[in-house]
């Protein structure tokens, strides 16, 4: 029930992002839209809870990563999770399913339809009923070729004034670009030139979310989201969505009050849901957008691909201790969401002011020889930096300067993973990643997008067949990483707010300890990240604790042998 003071709230917010634009009466219509919006949905639908605990994991998939000829490939994908991935992930994370015209399915024309190849929205609720469904919100921008965008050139509702338009006095010279394109492009619309502001891609068009009207309409479609049976929203590219006259038109004071707000919105709706803020950036900014435990539920743990990537290709720890030592842990209810692989590639950014420009080009140079691509942001007028390496993570842990052969793929690959795992938060999987799937470079060849050497798709009669031979490839790592999931699900000291202390025991080991909210439990994860068995001389009580991953190995002296990247999880129960 919204009580007075939770209307007071919501206005509070509301003056904060529109105050110096609207007049009182216009934020007054406003705040009764947005209540009214959480009474109806109310009314609707009785409350529902959602527990997170060390059972949560994610895998994350296109809703055609695998497909079939026969049917929509939401439905296959269905078939294929209840027979293979059931017993180990309770979430998907749908990449966007909406009609697109480009990006994989970020250049959003409708999101009231699911893209008719993909299935229905039937579909998308009738999974829901067993696992927690994760979608995209794509709120920086839609597509040019879109209902809106056709609309907004009409003056015609929705779309009216949807889109962002600058004049040729705004100074975007401070402007952070995640791109190298040309950021505005010029029109003539309603009898003067306007240019429009395009952050990702000329087909990618900025909302204006200057016009209230279109947070509303954001507000609208997480209950249309909702009530299909999405309960975990991304906030896609939200760094982004506020623009102001000679700043750098990100991480302004204005996003983090509509983050804020959206917070308070699904706070009082009675089906629980969560926010994840997606802000490729450095460490600092994006930490920032827990706010004071008040804007996102989860963040996405940036740092932790390239950092744990590095670590494995150098045989070294020194970044990734350090790094850990400073990583704050997260409050009850908040969560890190820990991956190594998604959809897009390695971002670089996160790595600012840990990496030095030596270590980040020697780094870049290596992944280049495992066949990484790379996609550069603009750095203003000074020429373009790398801002992703597009690489599957099986290439990216391929081959090092130290093991040029690759004799050790295969426990490099497993490792990395049981670091994530195990690390303070919650574990989202790249549905190609359970496959240790190489870069798809005939769909590279074909688009020319760097990202597509990650988008693999899988024919569910192919894919099935593989995994049914337990010495294939597919099947061998798909086994690997289902085996620390389920090991995962049992362990208390594994619950996502569990506490993490990092551990330095030098720069060839990378070890933290994970501690139970109730303290009954204790487990200290070790990874040896060097291609030479590492012998480890541990406190005395840890002689009687055991390894959850296999058994232990020491030698005459007593002393922990750990094989080349190997790691253990030593659990005193």
Not at 139 to 160: E, M, Y
Not at 237 to 262: D, F, P, R, V
Not at 416 to 444: R, W
């Amino acid at each position: 029930m919204l009580t007075q003071k939770d209307q007071r709230l919501i206005r509070s917010k509301l003056d904060n992002i529109y105050k110096i634009f609207l007049s009182k009466n216009d934020i007054d219509y406003f705040e009764s839209e947005i209540i009214q919006i959480i009474k109806r949905f109310n009314k609707k639908n009785p409350k529902k809870k959602k527990t997170i605990s060390e059972k949560t994991s994610l895998i994350i998939s296109y809703g055609d990563s695998v497909y079939s000829d026969k049917k929509g490939s939401i439905k296959v994908f269905q078939k294929f999770f209840q027979k293979k991935l059931n017993k180990y992930f309770d979430t998907i994370h749908f990449l966007p399913f909406y009609p697109s015209s480009s990006d994989s399915g970020f250049a959003v024309k409708d999101h009231y339809k699911v893209e008719s190849k993909l299935g229905s929205w039937s579909d998308i609720k009738n999974i829901s009923k067993s696992n927690n469904i994760m979608a995209d919100m794509v709120i920086n921008h839609s597509s040019a070729r879109g209902l809106w965008f056709k609309n907004f050139l009409k003056k015609k509702k929705p779309g009216k004034n949807y889109f962002l338009t600058v004049n040729s006095k705004f100074n975007t010279s401070k402007v952070v670009r995640p791109r190298d394109h040309k950021l505005l492009k010029k029109i003539k619309i309603f009898n003067k030139s306007d240019y429009l502001w395009r952050t990702f891609s000329p087909d990618q068009v900025d909302l204006n979310f200057k016009n209230p009207s279109v947070l509303l309409r954001f507000i609208k479609i997480m209950t249309h989201l909702i009530n299909n049976g999405v309960t975990i929203f991304r906030l896609d590219a939200i760094a982004y969505l506020w623009k102001e006259n000679g700043s750098k038109c990100i991480n302004l004071k204005q996003t983090h009050e509509i983050i804020k707000l959206l917070r308070i919105v699904t706070s009082h709706l009675n089906i629980q849901t969560i926010i994840i803020t997606e802000t490729n950036l450095p460490e600092k900014e994006n930490l920032s957008y827990f706010g004071k435990n008040d804007e996102a539920n989860w963040i996405y743990n940036f740092s932790l691909p390239p950092l744990l990537i590095h670590g494995f290709l150098f045989e070294n720890s020194s970044y990734l201790n350090k790094w850990s030592k400073s990583l704050p842990n997260t409050k009850y209810g908040n969560s890190y969401l820990n991956f190594i692989a998604s959809h897009d590639g390695i971002g670089m950014r996160p790595t600012e002011g840990i990496l030095n420009k030596e270590i980040l080009n020697n780094f870049l140079k290596r992944l280049k020889k495992n066949g990484s691509k790379f996609s550069y942001r603009k750095i203003s007028n000074k020429g373009k930096k790398v801002y992703e390496a597009n690489i599957t993570i099986f290439d990216a842990l391929k081959k090092s300067d130290y093991d040029p052969k690759g004799k050790y793929f295969l426990e490099r690959y497993v490792s990395a993973h049981a670091v994530m795992i195990s690390f303070e938060g919650i574990p989202a999987i790249y549905f190609n990643s359970l496959f240790g799937t190489s870069n798809d470079e005939a769909k590279f060849i074909i688009t020319g997008n760097n990202r597509d050497v990650n988008r693999y798709k899988w024919n569910f009669k192919n894919i099935s067949k593989k995994l049914n031979d337990k010495r294939s490839k597919q099947s061998i790592f798909y086994q690997y990483i289902c085996n620390l999931l389920n090991i995962r699900r049992a362990q208390k000291a594994f619950h996502p707010n569990a506490s993490r202390l990092n551990i330095n025991l030098g720069s060839n080991i990378f070890c933290f300890k994970r501690t139970s909210i109730d303290k009954k439990q204790t487990i200290l994860c070790i990874t040896n990240l060097t291609s030479k068995t590492q012998t480890l001389k541990l406190k005395k009580m840890y002689n009687k604790w055991k390894n959850l991953i296999k058994p232990l190995i020491k030698n005459e002296k007593n002393l922990f042998m750990l094989k080349p990247f190997e790691t253990i999880w030593l659990s005193n129960k």
